[in-house]
């Protein structure tokens, strides 16, 4: 009966070790599949984006990376690149329309 209860015991602690190990995995590859897919897109669209900003978005995507273990930061560091990307997008409009405008005068 003792070895029995041990068995169970040590499944039981066998898959409660194993499910949040899993669990963590769909996360992890989930954000990995955000930072490749940001960095193709910075690539392919280098001239849309300031090289500050570019610059910030690398750097918080090498954060990402070294937190893909804890999926909750590495969320957030390619939400932070994503942000960083957006303003350099918009200021380079700004000033593409001051030049656009300079050169109308």
């Known amino acids: 009966m003792k070895k029995i209860f041990c068995v169970l015991l040590i499944a039981l602690l066998s898959i409660s070790f194993i499910a949040p190990a899993v669990a963590e995995v769909g996360i992890t590859d989930s ?13 392919e669209n280098k001239s849309d984006y300031t090289a500050e900003s570019r610059r910030k978005a ?8 070294t937190n893909r273990l804890n999926g909750i930061k590495c969320r957030d560091n390619v939400l932070k690149a994503r942000e960083e990307l957006r303003k350099g997008k918009h200021e380079r ?3 593409d329309r001051k030049k656009d405008k300079k050169r109308r005068d």
């Open 31 to 43: 954000c990995q599949k955000s930072i490749k897919e940001l960095e193709d897109k910075i690539k």
């Open 58 to 65: 690398h750097e918080y995507l090498l954060k990402a990376k």
């Open 93 to 95: 409009k700004k000033d």
